[in-house]
């Protein structure tokens, strides 16, 4: 139903898009290049209020790219993106800040500020952003560590004494500190064992759900992408090649897609590997 | 030709380069003087550039002071000029040595450490995690930088001064026979306001330079440990040739005739 034809490079314009309003994310001929080598190359997507999209593609292929732009961390070169019907590409300074207090994001390591403790990475948004007090946000952090297993003793820890999965649930924990409309999730599970990739799946289903979040989640890990996405499009050498529904993905009828999500080497992706 | 290429490109990085600080900097001074501002974080910097640096800086003053003494001895004393000891060493420690040793002894210390956390951050993805949270990291780390710098180098080489004095203090009238009383009313008589003002102005400008070098390097670091080792290299470097340079100009703004 919603999948393009196969093996096609045309843009991912996605018919789901079109049946409903205003997306809430709406990205039209994105582009961006450092220096010769293009990495988005006119990328169209929506993203609608409250589903959760994920992106997938190859190590290099611009997944990240594609985040950073939106949330303005890089310029695009060419192109449109709209949050809410707005346009954010152009945006700077107090107006960029208030685009971006829609938005929360787990990133691939986490990201937490090294030299704070936990409870205080968590209310970072709150106290620095919104200008809570730190009392108050204080009592938010431990309630959202709660939310993601964490007891109120990890609050008073440093970031540098967790372990991989308790670092990506407070960089969550962080995430939906704020109560973001909007939540990027960029590779939740690397680097974790599947048993704790399968928990962090677990939070990000649940949290999105509670807020009723719009997610946007860019992984390689297909049982992780399976189990937190709605929707999934596929981004190959700077254009997305196929959207669709994730429950369909193994009925793509895309000879790319199917290659990525089967992990096969023979198919129409090369991968550039010398011989040894 | 192609002997001109590499002198061409060559001249355009640094036009670049220099482009690209100057930006940097001039949008680093528009955050230290717009709201919101982060008193906390500003008192932290100033206890680590200032306070932490006491002990460094102090060393570095009182050797400086008894290393001068002991030199000026050594060649005034071939023409019969020792009581002119004093006069050399405040005015050496108070224009000249106290900001410089004190700057680079602090960009050593403080420009390193600032190039490698804020590198750091930076390839971990912690500098744009703090634009996601909808933080200016200009504001949140390099603005309270550049103000405790600013603010505490001038203290650290006020102190400096006093310690590199007494170093030549003691030097004189323990090893070289000085009467203390004559020692210290020669320092005080000879010495005028315009040399401590002198230091205290460049010790403020090589404040700024330190923890500046210091926030550029290390905001454009890239590539992992090798781009901060990199970044912190640099941040060093640059400082201390920018307050060796700096140094010049500033002297000959206050003394040349």
């Known amino acids: 139903m919603n999948e393009r034809p196969a093996a096609t490079l045309s843009p991912g314009q996605d018919a789901a898009a079109a049946r409903s309003g205003t997306p809430k994310i709406a990205i039209r001929g994105l582009s961006k290049a450092f220096g010769p080598k293009v990495v988005l190359d006119g990328i169209d997507l929506d993203i609608q209020a409250g589903e959760s999209m994920l992106v997938i593609g190859g190590s290099g292929s611009g997944k990240s790219v594609l985040l950073k732009c939106i949330l303005g961390l890089l310029h695009p070169d060419a192109g449109s993106i709209k949050v ?20 929360g994001m787990l990133f691939q390591n986490a990201a937490l500020f090294d030299s704070l403790p936990v409870w205080e990475n968590v209310a970072f948004g709150l106290i620095q952003g919104q200008r809570m007090a730190r009392g108050a946000a204080r009592e938010i952090a431990l309630q959202k560590l709660g939310a993601v297993g964490l007891g109120e003793d990890v609050g008073e820890l440093m970031p540098a004494e ?9 960089g969550l924990a962080r995430a939906i500190a704020t109560e973001p409309e909007i939540i ?18 677990r939070l990000i289903v649940k949290c999105v759900k509670e807020l009723g979040a719009t997610a946007l989640s860019i992984t390689h890990d297909m049982a992780s992408a399976r189990r937190i996405s709605d929707r999934v ?23 790319y897609v199917d290659q990525f999500i089967h992990g096969r080497e023979e198919g129409p992706i090369q991968m550039q590997v010398r011989d040894l | 030709m192609p002997i001109l290429q590499p002198i061409g490109r060559t001249f355009l990085v640094f036009l670049e380069a220099t482009g690209r600080l100057t930006l940097f900097t001039a949008l680093s001074l528009s955050h230290c003087l717009r709201p919101p501002f982060y008193p906390r974080l500003v008192f932290r910097q100033m206890v680590e550039i200032g306070y932490y ?30 009581s002119a000891i004093p006069n050399v060493v405040v005015v050496s420690i108070t224009r000249e040595l106290g900001p410089v040793l004190a700057g680079l002894m602090v960009a050593g210390r403080v420009g390193a450490s600032m190039a490698a956390e804020i590198g750091t951050m930076r390839v971990t993805e912690q500098v744009d995690a703090l634009d996601t949270l909808a933080t200016n990291p200009f504001k949140y780390l390099i603005a309270p930088r550049l103000i405790a710098g600013l603010t505490m180098l001038p203290i650290l080489v006020l102190i400096a001064d006093i310690i590199g004095v007494f170093g030549g203090y003691i030097v004189s009238t323990q090893k070289l026979g000085f009467n203390p009383v004559t020692y210290l009313k020669n320092t005080w008589d000879f010495i005028e306001p315009q040399d401590v003002v002198s230091g205290l102005v460049k010790a403020a400008v090589f404040g700024f330079l330190v923890t500046l070098m210091g926030c550029y390097h290390g905001y454009n670091s890239r590539g992992g440990a090798q781009g901060v080792g990199t970044a912190t290299t640099n941040a060093v470097v640059s400082a201390s040739i920018l307050i060796l340079s700096f140094n010049y100009f500033i002297t000959e703004l206050f003394f040349a005739r």
């Open chain 1, 84 to 103: 809410d019907g707005e346009e954010v590409v152009g945006l700077y300074g107090a107006e960029l800040d208030r685009v971006r207090r829609k938005f």
């Open chain 1, 162 to 170: 967790l372990s991989g999965g308790m670092r990506k649930r407070v």
């Open chain 1, 184 to 201: 990027f999730f960029d590779e939740p599970t690397t680097g974790l064992d599947p048993i704790m990739g399968d928990v962090i799946d």
């Open chain 1, 233 to 255: 499009a596929m981004l190959y050498k700077g254009k997305i090649i196929w959207t669709g529904r994730t429950a369909e993905i193994d009925r793509s009828g895309n000879p």
């Open chain 2, 53 to 82: 640096s006491l002990p460094v800086v102090g060393l570095t003053a009182i050797f400086t002071g008894m290393v001068l003494a002991l030199q000026s001895y050594t060649g005034f004393a071939r023409f019969s000029a020792e």
